[in-house]
């Protein structure tokens, strides 16, 4: 069981930046991918940005490229998500996942409590 744990959501004025954190219990001898995820009130799930932990490498939804970077630490226990030039559409519930495929939510097993960012105009 793989238990994720975000954090450093809040409140900002459009333009502002917040740094997000997603703390892992998940084996760090294996690779896989690691998601943020963020739904907001009337609208589907939508995939914000992902990084596999074995490579790297990164993926982004269209909506934060350019604005949005995902990063994780050396020991790949924690995930990060800065998130700059902030919009009041990307008010929603941010939510880390474990496990899946690329940025579709349906393949992720284990998913946090979520941490909720709200942006004000």
């Known amino acids: 069981q793989v238990q994720l744990v975000e954090s450093g959501g809040g409140s900002v004025q459009a333009g502002g930046s917040l740094r997000l954190s997603c703390a892992t219990s998940?084996?760090?001898?294996?690779?896989?991918?690691v998601g943020w995820f963020r739904r907001a009130p009337g609208k589907e799930r939508e995939g914000v940005a992902c990084i596999y932990t074995g490579g790297g490498g990164t993926r982004y939804g269209d909506s934060v490229k350019g604005r949005f970077t995902i990063s994780r630490d050396n020991v790949k226990t924690t995930v990060y998500l800065q998130m700059n030039s902030l919009k009041p559409e990307d008010t929603a519930m941010y939510y880390c996942?474990?496990?899946?495929?690329?940025?579709?939510?349906?393949?992720?097993?284990?998913w946090g409590q979520g941490t909720q960012v709200t942006v004000s105009s």
């Open positions: 998940a084996n760090t001898s294996i690779s896989y991918y």
């Open positions: 996942a474990a496990g899946g495929w690329d940025l579709n939510p349906r393949t992720y097993n284990y």
